[in-house]
């Protein structure tokens, strides 16, 4: 049954998310007080100097913190649907995020061969946190549990499955530190 565009206009009003697939919101993050106002109402928080850009998606932004000076460019997906858990994903300040970036603080469970992965629900939530001033790059994924260092550096395209020391550069697939950034 297709809902009717009075029940749609709700739920996009009231929804934990925001991106292109929510028309009465998405429009206003074409506008920097439009956008700041309303990033402030969805995030548990958001800096009066971060920007959140149109084009970009953040499910479960209840559970999302924005800091400092973070910019969340198109094409990034904030994924911190908790399914009821205060669990979510931190960005600290200064952090650099390329555009493309996808963030989960959880996955499907495929544990039972006979059962549709469709079927079979989701992992415990584990949350992301990235530290301040550390930079990802373009297309990076970032999966459940992780933590990116303060001053670390992601390469563009890596896909990070376990955490990042403070002040090294991973990349790869699965991410791998290849050096220490010295000063």
Same mark, same amino acid.
């Given at each position: ?6 029940? +749609? ?5 009231? =929804? *934990?998310?925001? &991106?292109? #697939? %929510?028309?009465? !919101? ?46 969340? +460019? ?5 994924? =911190? *649907?908790?399914? &009821?858990? #205060? %669990?979510?994903? !931190? ?57 990116? &260092? ?34």
């Amino acid at each position: 049954m297709s809902l009717g565009i009075l029940e +749609r206009v709700k739920f996009w009003k009231n =929804a *934990d998310r925001i &991106g292109p #697939d %929510i028309p009465y !919101t998405h429009w206003r993050l074409h506008f920097k007080p439009a956008m700041r106002k309303l990033c402030k109402s969805k995030f548990k928080y958001f800096d009066d100097t971060a920007e959140f850009r149109p084009g970009a998606y953040a499910i479960g932004c209840s559970n999302i913190s924005i800091g400092r000076r973070c910019v969340i +460019r198109p094409g990034t997906m904030l994924f =911190a *649907d908790s399914y &009821g858990e #205060d %669990i979510g994903i !931190t960005i600290e300040d200064d952090v650099l995020i390329g555009s493309g970036v996808h963030i989960y603080i959880s996955n499907h469970k495929f544990d039972n061969p006979e059962i549709p992965i469709i079927d079979q629900g989701h992992n415990k939530p584990k949350g992301v946190v990235l530290k301040k001033g550390c930079w990802v790059g373009a297309n990076c994924i970032i999966l459940p549990g992780v933590v990116i &260092g303060e001053n670390a550096v992601v390469g563009a395209g890596a896909v990070v499955t376990r955490s990042v020391p403070d002040r090294v550069v991973a990349a790869g697939n699965p991410a791998e530190i290849l050096k220490e950034i010295k000063g």
